[in-house]
């Protein structure tokens, strides 16, 4: 990469962190609240100690992989904002499988309820690229329609066939026993999730960098008609990479509820899935880029109880943030691929000189 393709990437995530920055804390200042204060209050909340740092990497867990579930799709050049649904579906299926083998070992339910999340997630996702393919429908809407009737279905399914009897207050599917909830990390209060997703980014990114499948998602994504040129798969090459997609979104739900909630509840569906839209921005849809953006997300969500409890902001001010910084991502996309240094250099030459023609004589 040379100095102009760098300040190519480098200048719109500059000016958007600029632009979120001054937006944030002008919001927070008109509030009444300090910003200097504020902004110091989510580094001490995200990143301040180990405590903070255990937090925030559990809140990056699922972010990895609802981040991968946009980032994948995109490389075949599909945008999918849908992965919402997906990740309520597939933590839906988990619930059913483990209540119905909770008599069987951890160890042979775990794979299974993984297994079965990411399939659920695959299958809903995968259809929206089928559509797009088979019926050109397009895939963002489609995606977002798929998600109202994925969580239509989840709420469903909750409140009536899976339910447990015992959840009167708030509708839940069975409970898992103790012994199938996930248990945490060696050494840290973080669960195996945050293992799986960033296991997900490390293999899908070596997949797209270096092995004959990820330059051919490449070049289908990137220009299809030169894909099909070369006899490429370019339709199933898409459906697979939104299926990809949509199985890692399936996967966090599964992981959410063998290891926070240990059933299928509305508090599955706490906005990861939308919040895998930004980190997927953010990190350019590479897959390597997807796991510092969900860590630094994850920071700041984790930092909005420290908030509410130091200054009185509501919780839901880092989800401000949050929109600033992704409004800020893509209004600054338009300056990505512009060339400062030649417009620089243009700008200060001196002018060519004028040529006058000489009248003619007759």
Same mark, same amino acid.
């Given at each position: 990469?040379?100095?102009?393709?760098? !300040?190519?990437?480098?200048?719109?995530?500059?000016?958007?962190?600029?632009?979120?920055?001054? $937006?944030?804390?002008?919001?927070?200042?008109?509030?009444?609240?300090?910003?200097?204060?504020?902004?110091?209050?989510?580094? @001490?909340?995200?990143?301040?100690? =180990?405590?903070?740092?255990?937090?925030?990497? @559990?809140?990056?867990?699922?972010?990895?992989?609802?981040?991968?579930?946009?980032?994948?799709?995109? @490389?075949?050049?599909?945008?999918?904002?849908?992965?919402?649904?997906? !990740?309520?579906?597939?933590?839906? =299926?988990? $619930?059913?499988?483990?209540?119905?083998?909770?008599?069987?070992? =951890?160890?042979?339910?775990?794979?299974?309820?993984?297994?079965?999340?990411?399939?659920?997630? &695959?299958?809903?996702?995968?259809?929206? %690229?089928?559509?797009? /393919?088979?019926?050109?429908?397009?895939?963002?809407?489609?995606?977002?329609?798929?998600?109202?009737?994925?969580?239509?279905?989840?709420?469903?399914?909750?409140?009536?066939?899976?339910?447990?009897?015992?959840?009167?207050?708030?509708?839940?599917?069975?409970?898992?026993?103790?012994?199938?909830?996930?248990?945490?990390?060696?050494?840290?209060?973080?669960?195996?999730?945050?293992?799986?997703?960033?296991?997900?980014?490390?293999? #899908?990114?070596?997949?797209?960098?270096?092995?004959?499948?990820?330059?051919?998602?490449? +070049?289908?994504?990137?220009?299809?008609?030169?894909?099909?040129?070369?006899? !490429?798969?370019?339709?199933?090459?898409?459906?697979?990479?939104? =299926?990809?997609? %949509? #199985?890692?979104?399936?996967?966090?739900?599964?992981?959410? *509820?063998?290891? +926070?909630?240990?059933?299928?509840?509305?508090?599955?569906?706490? &906005?990861?899935?939308?919040?895998?839209?930004?980190?997927?921005?953010?990190?350019?849809?590479?897959?390597?880029?997807?796991?510092?953006?969900?860590?630094?997300?994850?920071?700041? $969500?984790?930092?909005?109880?420290?908030? @509410?409890?130091?200054?009185?902001?509501?919780?839901?001010? *880092?989800? *401000?943030?949050?929109?600033?910084?992704?409004?800020?991502?893509?209004?600054? /996309?338009?300056?990505?691929?512009?060339?400062?240094?030649?417009?620089?250099?243009?700008?200060?030459?001196?002018?060519?000189?004028? +040529?006058?023609?000489?009248?003619?004589?007759?």
């Amino acid at each position: 990469m040379n100095v102009r393709e760098l !300040l190519s990437s480098l200048i719109p995530a500059g000016a958007a962190l600029v632009l979120t920055v001054v $937006a944030f804390s002008l919001a927070v200042g008109l509030a009444g609240f300090p910003p200097v204060e504020v902004w110091s209050l989510i580094l @001490q909340g995200g990143f301040g100690d =180990a405590f903070a740092w255990q937090n925030t990497l @559990q809140r990056a867990a699922p972010l990895l992989l609802t981040g991968l579930s946009v980032a994948l799709p995109a @490389q075949a050049g599909r945008t999918i904002i849908g992965s919402e649904g997906a !990740l309520g579906l597939g933590g839906l =299926a988990a $619930a059913a499988l483990g209540h119905a083998m909770q008599a069987q070992p =951890a160890v042979v339910v775990w794979p299974l309820m993984a297994l079965a999340g990411a399939l659920v997630g &695959g299958l809903w996702i995968g259809l929206v %690229g089928w559509l797009r /393919e088979a019926r050109e429908v397009n895939e963002t809407i489609a995606s977002l329609l798929m998600s109202f009737i994925a969580i239509a279905v989840f709420n469903q399914m909750v409140e009536t066939v899976l339910r447990d009897p015992a959840s009167l207050n708030k509708p839940s599917t069975h409970p898992l026993p103790e012994a199938l909830m996930l248990p945490p990390l060696p050494g840290l209060d973080v669960h195996w999730g945050l293992g799986l997703g960033l296991i997900a980014a490390v293999v #899908a990114g070596a997949v797209l960098k270096f092995t004959p499948l990820g330059l051919a998602l490449r +070049v289908a994504g990137g220009n299809p008609t030169t894909g099909l040129g070369v006899g !490429l798969r370019v339709s199933a090459l898409t459906i697979g990479a939104c =299926a990809a997609g %949509g #199985a890692c979104a399936g996967l966090a739900g599964a992981v959410e *509820v063998a290891a +926070v909630h240990g059933a299928a509840n509305a508090s599955l569906l706490a &906005g990861y899935g939308t919040t895998g839209i930004l980190i997927a921005f953010a990190a350019r849809f590479s897959p390597w880029g997807v796991i510092p953006v969900a860590v630094l997300v994850g920071g700041i $969500a984790a930092s909005g109880s420290l908030l @509410q409890r130091r200054l009185g902001l509501p919780d839901a001010a *880092v989800l *401000v943030l949050l929109g600033f910084a992704f409004v800020a991502l893509i209004g600054c /996309e338009t300056l990505r691929g512009r060339r400062w240094p030649q417009r620089q250099r243009r700008a200060a030459a001196p002018p060519a000189p004028t +040529v006058i023609a000489e009248p003619a004589h007759g």
